[in-house]
Every structure is written in structure tokens, then in C-alpha cells.
């Protein structure tokens, strides 16, 4: 009971008494953490890049070493194979101190954000910015999953 038949479910209704602009600012507060997981996932992808071309490097030092060029393998293995790619860090500790820091307190403040002013609930700006967009009635524009 107090499920609306047609509409978003309660989860994703405001509470009574909260404002147009709070509904606003927490949704612009979660476009900017999606803006930062999008970031996130590119600073694993250059771990994960990193990594892979650093173990690439084994087989061309040894490719050199084999075409008759120890002097430039022996360059690359020792200055770039296993470098720190910026000062005292390899892209794991890069990572961890993202995640445990800048990562951790966005994610943090997001929540407690939502906690504060809106009982906990996520993506109310998308919710109700879904109610006026989609048209009731027509299949494909159901307000949540099994409510045709």
C-alpha cells in the first residue's frame, strides 16, 4: 500500500517537503560521481595498459638482444622495464591512492548527502525527470518493470 498504480516506486520519490532545487543539486551532485566512475574506470584501464606494456617489454629486450643489439636492450631493461611511471609510484599505488582518497570522500559525501535530505533515496532528478519525458500508456514507457 501507498505505491502510486502508475508512477515511480517510493524509493525513487522525493520525501514530502523537499524542494525543487535540493532535487536538483543532488542530481548534479550524482552526475559528478558518474563523471568520476567514468574516470575511475579510464585510470584502471591505464593501470591495466601500463602493466601490460611493461611485460611487453621482456619480450623486446629480448628481441633486440637476439637481433644483435645487447646495448639498447640492455638500456631498456635497465632505465624503462619496472620504471615508476611518476615519481615513487607504480599505476597500482596510483590507483589505491585515488580509490582511498579523492574516490572514497566523493562517494562519502554523495551518500551522506542523500541520507541527510532525502531519506537515502538515489536518482530522484532522473526519476522525475523520467515522469515527464516518457508517455503513460504506451508500451515501452512503463513508469518501472511490470507495472504494463
Known amino acids: 500500500m501507498g505505491q502510486r498504480a502508475d508512477g515511480p516506486d517510493r524509493a525513487h520519490r522525493r520525501p514530502d517537503g523537499v524542494s525543487d532545487a535540493t532535487v536538483e543539486a543532488l542530481g548534479k551532485l550524482s ?6 566512475e567514468r574516470a575511475r574506470g ?3 584501464e591505464l593501470h591495466q595498459l601500463i602493466g601490460h606494456a611493461d611485460l611487453m617489454l621482456d ?4 628481441m633486440f638482444r637476439s637481433a644483435g643489439h645487447p646495448a639498447l636492450a640492455e638500456r ?3 632505465e624503462l622495464l619496472g620504471r615508476n611511471v611518476i615519481a615513487g609510484r607504480w599505476t597500482f599505488q596510483i590507483v589505491e591512492d585515488f580509490d582511498d582518497g579523492y574516490y572514497a570522500l566523493f562517494r562519502e559525501l554523495d551518500r551522506r548527502a542523500r541520507d541527510e535530505l532525502v531519506e537515502g533515496r538515489r536518482h530522484l532528478y ?6 515527464r519525458r516518457r508517455s503513460r500508456g504506451v508500451p515501452g514507457h512503463e513508469a518501472r518493470p511490470g507495472t504494463r
Do not use: F, G, Q, S
Request: net charge negative; with cysteine.
Open 31 to 36: 552526475e559528478a560521481l558518474e563523471c568520476v
Open 42 to 44: 579510464h585510470l584502471y
Open 59 to 62: 619480450d623486446a629486450v629480448e
Open 76 to 78: 631498456i631493461d635497465r
Open 126 to 131: 532522473e526519476a522525475e525527470m523520467k515522469e
